[in-house]
């Protein structure tokens, strides 16, 4: 007897839709028939029959490289993702304060780059709105935060300040600071910002998981579970909501590799995990930051970072863990059998990170731990069959893939040649057999796994009317679709239970308003999720 009968649908499957189906069985989080209403309205009569209007469904979507409760902070505080301009997020912080008078920090984030002249942000803006209360707003990335004056004068951050060295505080021709911190600056800040409550935390989950459900995503892997970045420790949040039942996602949980302490905090690790799999909540992954971000010069390249003139400077970018030592770090944890999930932009950090995951197979043979570095924005030609040849996975953020303004005006300029044309290279990675999972890094971009995959078909972002990046590293929708789902499921050790429509695996499903494999590739972007389903139950509608 099933449970849940979902009719007159498309059913996905095999990078198709399935001739004669158009009914799914649900029973216990399982799908239990595949077939045409008919058969299966006489073979398992269900207690609810819901009609899905001519939908097309696919399997879950799965993110493979997320943050939501830093997200869902955002989107309960000062949240200025959904802004445009520099008028936008003035705006949204003036609105921010009048509403929220009381003293004290004000704080949130999600500003681009690319709003700013130079892609810097200065306190004198801040300071017009917000002149007696400190102000600190993480950028969409988290590579650089924005403040003001207040701020700046309550950290003591001076113009005799030093820059820590693995950061770097933006100054004027004086020396003074100007009101943006990157990377490890950040932290003199930061560390006087009121942490968040765990009722705060708590909501935070709650609001970004109704987010990501309402985009069709049923599981995900949290890219930071622990101290780092400003983060708070979200393990305990995760464990509360996988006992009081509220977590209704499949979650997999990343620990943070803290880089000030070394191979001593393996065992720490080691207990946290099992604290974890003792509440039924997967955190037998540990997430390691190689390297920063292109735009502030912090990405470990090969060759070294252009001036504005085009002229080499002496700057390769910062490699947070020499790589010595994370070939060594790697090897211990893989011993373990921890996965490891390593953020690796720049070329420099992903051959380091490959060359590490190597040294690991050498010593402790094939482990079968799944592997897999986020981001992979620029790859070397001579490092993109190593993936395969290592089976380690690709966990990329396809939105990025684009010529928009941030790529165009803070990225390319400042890039070798040779760079610029190894860009999100999905196409190779994918005919050199590499498995390739897909995530957003939200709130770094949009969660939207419709509008990854429109980019990472088209090159080219929803609604843009930009040339493409790099045009032949496309992937077709097949492609992308399996990128979300079972690619996304591999990495999270699910692919088992699910990723594909099947009886026997689990009843998570994304229902569409249109026929995402047969469409235009340029109207993907447009398509909407109308239902999702997690374990069969329903967790949003349109």
Known sequence: MAELLLTNAHVYGDGAWQTGVDAIAIRDGVIVGLGSSAELAGLVPAAEVVDLDGGWVLPGFQDAHVHPVQAGL??????????QNLDDYVDTVAAYALAHPEPGWIVGGGWSMDAFPGGVPTAEVLDRIVPDRPVFLPNRDHHSAWVNTAALELAGITAGTPDPTDGRIERNDR???????????????????????????????????????????????DALVGEGLGMPDVLDAYLAAQRAGTLTAAVVGALWWDRERGDDQIADLIERRERAAAAGFDASTVKIMQDGVCETFTAAVVEPYLDRHGQPTDNHGLSFIEAADLARYVQLLDAADFQVHIHALGDRAVADSLDAIEHAVSVNGRRGNRHHLAHVQIVRPEDVPRFAELDVTANAQPLWACLDDQMADLTLPFLSAAAREQQYVFRSLADAGTRVAFGSDWPVSSADPLLGMHVAVNRVAAGSDAEPLLAGQNLTVVEAIEAYTRGSAFVSRRDESTGILAVGMAADLAVLDADIVSIDSHEIGAVRVTRTYAAGRPVHTL
């Open 74 to 83: 955002e989107m309960n505080a000062c949240n200025l993702a959904d802004g």
């Open 175 to 221: 020396g003074e600071p100007t009101g943006a911190l990157h990377e490890g600056a950040m932290e003199l800040v930061r560390r006087h910002v009121p942490r968040p409550s765990d009722d705060d935390i708590a909501r935070a989950l709650q609001t970004a998981q109704a987010h990501l459900h309402s985009l069709g995503i049923t599981g995900w892997q």
